[in-house]
């Protein structure tokens, strides 16, 4: 069917109601009405037809494919977008053609048509970049990746070219010009000045691989102390150990302090370090007695033995005094407990061997002697590093009577009383 077959069946009524006896004007207007809604019901009569016939043609063609890109495609509306082009360009077509007598309807669709085929693309391409970021995701590669920054970013990139070409359309003004580019990216500057950083950030965090999807973090600023789950063009969004969710702005991430524990997730153990406190009045040499009954101690018979061997051997060759106790050399209940220490913690197959390993003591404080013990265990996971480490100091915490040691603690009101009644 050619234009002049088209044009000439677009005023068929306009001329049976000329002919009828109507004013010229009336019946155009009354023709461009008519003609208006039987496109408008044929646009959508099309648009329903297309839309079905593509996109069940396009789910029938991604279902014998082995790639999931076109599965992401059909899940993020793209056939059903381009089933919206077929009627827009009849439409385009047949504008000028009906609507010849009436140039104003006609530059008017043609605007609108023009206005909606510049959605209609950001929306086709929104569907692309969705589909990217999905199939992206899948591979091992771009997981822990913050794909849904340069989403977001793309996307603002997209709306603002087709909102400044609407407003062409609309307006007839050239938005190419210096003056406008300027003005624009003025504006642009102070209404996303929190994207522009959150974008910036976000390439940092990538590249220098501050932080990944999954990666534990501690950021005490913002109460954020559990899993990264999202990480997008604003904020990271962070699901704490009691299952809340805390949201970061993203340029924080490179502004302020955070602790991310992915390396001791990635190493071969977790490390512990924590300090028993020793009442410094309870300290003593060891007498011969003392030592005998120490002997007893599986774990530090060995040592006892030859150190006291040591202990000896100098004393004789210096003519100590043993008469008493301080004279010459001697082994004390806290060195001998921190020995004892040490080889628990060698025995213990919970602790890892290969990694740094030390009992030492602190300086003195107000609360006595601190015993700190420090080492890795092989076991990551944070239940069971807790149940290691307090396996660990339930043990020690209990053998130090075995060394006539205390633990200090600072007195209670229960402790008064018995004061006072003594």
Not at 25 to 48: G, P, R, S
Not at 270 to 279: G, L, N, Q, T
């Amino acid at each position: 069917m050619n234009r002049e077959t088209i044009q000439n069946y677009s005023c068929v009524f306009q001329d049976y109601l000329v002919s009828e006896g109507m004013v010229v004007e009336w019946a155009i207007f009354l023709n461009v009405l008519v003609n208006c809604v039987i496109i408008f019901t044929a646009v959508v009569i099309l648009d329903v037809v297309f839309r079905r016939f593509i996109v069940e043609a396009f789910k029938a063609f991604s279902d014998k494919t082995k790639t999931t890109f076109d599965d992401y495609l059909v899940k993020s509306n793209f056939p059903r977008f381009i089933a919206h082009t077929l009627p827009l360009g009849i439409v385009w077509y047949l504008i000028p053609i009906i609507f010849i007598e009436s140039p104003f309807i006609t530059n008017l669709l043609q605007v609108a048509a023009q206005v909606y085929l510049v959605i209609l693309c950001v929306l086709i391409f929104r569907s692309i970049l969705r589909t990217t970021r999905n199939f992206l995701e899948e591979k091992e590669r771009y997981r822990d990746k913050p794909m849904e920054s340069y989403v977001q970013v793309m996307m603002i990139f997209a709306w603002g070219v087709g909102i400044f070409w609407i407003i062409q359309l609309l307006t007839g003004y050239s938005v190419i010009s210096l003056t406008t580019l300027g003005a624009a990216s003025a504006v642009i500057l102070l209404i996303f000045k929190d994207t522009i950083l959150g974008f910036v950030a976000s390439i940092q965090v990538s590249v220098n691989d501050i932080v990944r999807i999954g990666d534990w973090i501690t950021f005490s600023k913002f109460g954020a102390d559990g899993y990264v789950t999202e990480i997008n063009l604003a904020t990271v969004r962070v699901q704490n150990f009691d299952n809340t969710y805390t949201t970061i702005p993203t340029y924080s991430l490179i502004a302020d302090s955070f602790q991310n524990w992915r390396g001791m997730q990635e190493s071969k153990g977790r490390r512990i370090k924590r300090s028993i406190f020793i009442k410094q009045t309870s300290i003593k040499f060891l007498s011969s007695e003392d030592i005998e009954k120490l002997k007893k101690i599986q774990l530090i018979k060995p040592y006892l033995e030859h150190r006291q061997r040591d202990v000896d051997k100098h004393n004789r060759m210096n003519e100590a005094d043993k008469k008493l106790l301080i004279n010459g050399r001697n082994q004390t209940n806290l060195g001998v407990f921190r020995h004892y220490a040490d080889a628990f913690l060698n025995e213990n197959s919970a602790i890892n061997k290969d990694l740094f390993m030390m009992v030492r003591h602190l300086s003195p404080t107000d609360k006595g002697i601190p015993i700190e013990i420090f080492c890795f265990s092989r076991d990551k996971k944070w239940e069971n590093y807790e149940h290691i480490q307090a396996d660990i100091f339930d043990h020690l915490l209990a053998a130090i009577p075995y060394f006539d040691l205390e633990i200090f603690e600072l007195p209670t009101g229960k402790d008064f009383s018995s004061l006072h009644h003594d």
